[in-house]
């Protein structure tokens, strides 16, 4: 755990394969009360509550409902709950702010600025390059000295991996890679190495710093390291390519359409062209900062009916499903955005995923896992809901929130999507203020900008997840 | 003689017959409670059939807009007795798709009434509404989260016989009524749209 006191540890338990903290040690470390009544666990903070129920795998975060990937389980006196309960149930509560970097077994508390550094090695004949990427974007300061290259970041603390750099032998130029001090890591190169220059450039929420070392036998002299001129895209070797990712395909619905105008706003316009005219521009900005398919359940004012939109989705096997709208209230001063995941009741939860005996190809029969249509989306809720968190934090500062920005409800349109999905509500067309400034660019590019952002993130969070 | 012995005894049994009456029986007939709780949450359904007196109220929980218009707060009303779980359902319904003046906001559009009610010995509730639900609904789905269950909760909270809901319009049932909120299924009780505030606005009728 980093906070600005500094590290400390926080036990972990494994169950099941799943880490589980205790909910003791978050009691003293967080100031909540734990109190555990007939059938329930409750956890309060200043007024706020949670409340657990033994063995579901559900629970209520200040009346709202969220899951977690398993039920909270006692072990003697002790309750303990999954890791996740930081982010999912503790977050949305606390008045600090709480980022839980599971892959690196960090839990950040406050407005830390801890970016995560990856590093990579490529070499470029008898040349190197070093890649170092830290995100969020922290600048760095490159300084050498002889066979040491110090990079210090920007930054309140550094979120490491275990190892930066698998151990390289020759022809690389770099022997290792290690911690200095909290915000800082030193190469270690090869003697006599023949210089480096170094670049930084931006890349969507990531800085990468791009170090080019020359071998030792080059007698061109050592250029100043830090500081240097970005060398222009040629003098860069083509190897620099995106990582691979899993997202390749995104669905974004803008919301009704044709005969169906959706909300109206207070001085007319319709849900069904706003809803159009940002789709439009979130497939630009994806398709070209990200290279990910964008597809849209309508490109032009036409009626879609809300099967048709999630099948869309499915048959592409898109990765990602957001349904853009706009709200609308009876009270005309409401206003903000809201993130929707799907919700569904107990008895639908239980009949979906059903395994079935049918007869196989070849003689014999085979389970096969049935999942009704309108149920699909029951197994993506984890990460519909880890990018709904992601989205709300990208909003932050950049796109006003509703009071309740992240709420779960039996939305149509969600229910049939086979991969995570999300429905958001830009603002309320009823409040005549908001409503001019959802039409606006400045709003309509912060929104795509913060979208991206939280593409990106959720890309990382599911390489990091599948990569462990 | 006979006669006069005859007399006694039929003048004592008519008085002892009218003391039954005025003493135990009228007592106990007025000093009945209904099996409609003052909070409205007794068990409707499981009322038993005595004729009610005309203009017989229940006290019942209906639900309006919040202030913060993403909400519904509950506000306790007189509403018609009715006979049984059905008929205290619908007039549960009619009162609370009824027009409301200020402060009172509703979630229900202008307009809408009850076509019919029926509810299943699963206690499963079907509502349906006049096609103004959805001709009049101002669209935008915090809107139609607070329309859908303002219906749902009023019946569920009020009469605990009755475990879901589930909406149909002009006789049918729809997909959404204003393209979000799924209606194909009977809905629980959800109070996650409920403001959390203790208090409540107690209005006269």
Known sequence: ?468 | MSKRVLAIVAIGTAGLALFLLLFVGLPRWYGRKPRIAPSGTAAAAAAPTAPAPPGRKIKAHLYYVADDGMRLTRVERDVPYGEGAVEQAREIVSAQVAAVVDPLVSAVPAGTTVRALFVTEQGEAFVDLSKEVVSAHPGGTMNELLTVYTIVNAITENLPAVTSVQLLVDGKEVETLAGHVDLRRPLTKNLNYLREEKEEVKTKN
């Open chain 1, 1 to 468: 755990m980093l906070s600005r006191d500094g590290r400390r540890p926080l036990p972990l338990s494994l169950v099941n394969d799943q880490e589980y903290v205790g909910l003791d040690d978050l009691a003293s470390t967080f100031q909540l009360t734990v109190q555990d009544s007939l059938g329930a666990v409750t956890v309060s903070y200043k007024g706020k509550t949670i409340v657990l129920t033994p063995d579901q795998t559900l629970a209520s975060v200040a009346g709202r409902l969220i899951s977690l990937p398993a039920p909270p389980v006692r072990q003697g006196r002790r309750w303990l709950v999954p890791v996740e309960f930081i982010a999912r149930a503790l977050t949305p509560i606390y008045d600090t702010r709480l980022e839980l970097r599971k892959p690196s077994r960090l839990l950040i508390v406050g407005d830390l600025r801890v970016p995560r550094i990856t590093a990579r090695y490529d070499s470029v004949g008898p040349a190197g390059r070093l890649t170092i990427d830290a995100t969020p974007r922290a600048n760095s300061t490159v300084s050498q000295d002889g066979d040491r290259i110090t990079i210090k970041f920007d930054a309140d603390a550094l979120d490491i991996p275990g190892a930066l750099l698998p151990p390289q032998s020759p022809p690389s130029l770099v022997t290792a890679i290690r911690a200095a001090d909290p915000v800082s890591i030193i190469v270690d190169v090869v003697p006599r190495f023949g210089g480096l220059k170094a670049a930084a450039q931006p890349l969507e929420n990531t800085m990468r710093l791009a170090i080019e070392l020359s071998p030792p036998a080059q007698t061109e002299p050592a250029t100043p390291p830090a500081n240097a001129p970005p060398p222009t895209p040629a003098e860069l070797p083509p190897a620099f390519g995106q990582p691979t990712t899993p997202i390749r395909t995104i669905t974004i619905d803008p919301g009704h359409g044709g005969e169906d105008g959706g909300a109206k706003g207070a001085n007319g316009s319709k849900e069904k062209d706003l809803t159009l005219s940002v789709a439009r521009r979130v497939k630009a900005v994806i398709e070209a900062r990200l290279g990910i398919r964008v597809l849209l359940t309508r490109e032009d004012d036409r009626n879609v009916a809300l099967d048709d939109r999630t099948a869309l989705a499915n048959t592409n096997k898109a990765d990602l499903f957001v349904s853009i709208h706009a709200n609308a209230s009876v009270r005309k001063t409401v206003s903000g955005a809201s993130i929707f995941v799907a919700a569904f009741d107990r008895d639908a939860a239980r009949s979906a995923g059903v395994a079935e005996r049918v007869p196989a190809f070849g003689g014999g029969l085979r389970d096969i896992e049935m999942v009704p249509w309108d149920l699909a989306q029951i197994r993506h809720l984890d990460k519909s809901s880890e990018f709904a968190t992601l989205l709300e934090q990208q909003f932050h500062d950049h796109v006003p929130l509703a009071m309740h920005p992240t709420e779960q409800a039996p939305l149509r349109v969600l229910e049939s999507a086979n991969m995570p999905a999300v429905l958001i509500e830009l603002g309320y067309l009823s409040n005549p203020e908001q409503e001019k400034v959802l039409a606006g660019d400045v709003f309509q590019g912060a929104f795509v900008q913060a979208l991206t952002d939280a593409v990106v993130r959720f890309r990382e969070s599911l390489q990091n997840g599948t990569s462990r």
